[in-house]
């Protein structure tokens, strides 16, 4: 495994836990289609009624151009986008369901234990998205 590998790894170990400690319910992780991957599944169990989340982890260390959330362009979130809608569609949801950004910022490559954590709700309220 690569350094960036398990640095992605160790993010979406993060993002997990922090999850978990808000109360909601993890279904999957590393949800795969034709579209992409998809890191986190959860039911975000505070809100009524409950609401599918699509957690999309983005991990990076300082000194990076872009920071994690800064990371998600326009070709990103089309492809996130896509294949959330068809994992939504092909698990028949009939509720509210969005998507979340989780950033993990490691302020060192080497030493994985220092890091700060964003999280960004709905990072598409109110966007007309072209897919």
């Known amino acids: ?3 960036a590998q398990e640095l992605g790894c160790y993010a979406e170990d993060i ?3 922090y999850i978990l400690s808000l109360g909601w319910k993890i279904l999957e992780r590393n949800a795969r289609n034709h579209f992409g991957e998809l890191d986190i599944i959860a039911i975000d169990t ?4 409950e609401e599918l989340v ?11 151009i ?3 959330l800064d990371s ?3 070709r990103k979130l089309r492809v996130l986008v896509r294949s959330s809608m068809e994992y939504v569609n092909a698990i028949e949801w ?10 993990i910022t490691f302020r060192d490559r ?5 890091w700060e954590l964003e999280h960004v709700r709905d990072i598409t309220a109110g966007m007309n998205i072209l897919c």
Request: net charge positive; proline share 2%.
């Open 1 to 3: 495994m690569t350094k």
């Open 15 to 17: 993002a997990a836990e």
């Open 46 to 49: 505070k809100t009524r009624p």
């Open 54 to 64: 699509i957690v999309e982890v983005r991990g990076r260390t300082i000194g990076k």
């Open 66 to 68: 872009q920071g994690a």
């Open 72 to 74: 998600i362009g326009a």
């Open 94 to 103: 009939g509720g509210f369901w969005r998507i979340d950004v989780i950033g």
């Open 110 to 114: 080497e030493d994985l234990q220092g």
